[in-house]
């Protein structure tokens, strides 16, 4: 991976100078009954709970459902690549005999886009079992957490750009001025910028690097389907 100098200015991790919306932490308030140093401890520890457990719950589906075989057609990864008959007598084997509906988390962005990372951070997915060997299944790092994954999940770089920020210990907002950086001068050394980055893309998504190239390869794939 290539390490850029500095040269694009801090958005995320700081407020500028003349800015109307300076975060002035003595103007909040979280209530008589806790300090905002207990309130900050509680909300952080709570999170990086939270998103280890969407994470561990992502692993355990992603698993069950690449597990699954019909007419002796396996699941394959990435979806669009299964045939209709599989994706839907899959739908169908979850509506009706496990009674629920899991697409409510299949069809997320974020789960989507989490999911690219597993044959990567667990080597021999399927071979193993989440559910009875949940250590080799765990989250890999001690700092950064779920949403830095989702953040470069379309970089080609995004596994080393993750150990930076694990290693820096950077605070998401660090790490998306770290990112635009990176990402700015990458552009810049293309005779035709390659990536994008927008902001508040949707409502899953305040900020979002495409890689025109990637999506360019996916639409293909999709075609060819």
Not at 25 to 34: A, C, F, N, Q, Y
Not at 68 to 97: D, E, G, H, Q, W
Not at 111 to 130: A, D, V
Not at 202 to 211: L, T, V
Request: include cysteine; proline fraction near 5%; charge should be positive.
């Amino acid at each position: 991976m290539k390490h850029h100098p500095k040269i694009y200015e801090d958005v995320f991790s700081r407020d500028h100078l003349g800015s109307n919306h300076k975060l002035n932490l003595d103007k909040i308030s979280v209530g008589p009954d806790l300090e905002l140093t207990e309130y900050t401890s509680l909300f952080k520890n709570f999170l990086n709970k939270f998103y280890e457990d969407i994470f561990d719950g992502y692993v355990r589906v992603s698993w069950l459902r690449r597990k699954f075989s019909y007419c002796n057609i396996r699941t394959v990864f990435p979806m669009y690549k299964n045939t209709p008959i599989v994706n839907l007598a899959f739908v169908k084997f979850v509506r009706r005999i496990i009674g629920k509906d899991l697409q409510i988390v299949t069809r997320t962005k974020t789960f989507s886009k989490i999911e690219t990372y597993f044959s990567s951070l667990f080597p021999g997915f399927l071979e193993g079992n989440p559910f009875t060997n949940p250590e080799y299944y765990k989250f890999p790092y001690k700092h950064i957490t779920l949403d830095f994954l989702f953040l470069v999940h379309q970089l080609d770089d995004r596994m080393e750009l993750l150990d930076v920020a694990e290693k820096e210990k950077m605070s998401f907002a660090v790490f998306m001025d770290y990112i635009i950086n990176y990402v700015s001068t990458e552009n810049d050394l293309l005779p035709k910028p390659r990536f994008v980055l927008k902001q508040n893309y949707d409502k899953n998504a305040p900020f979002y690097i495409r890689d025109n190239k990637k999506d360019l390869q996916v639409k293909k794939g999709k075609k060819r389907k």
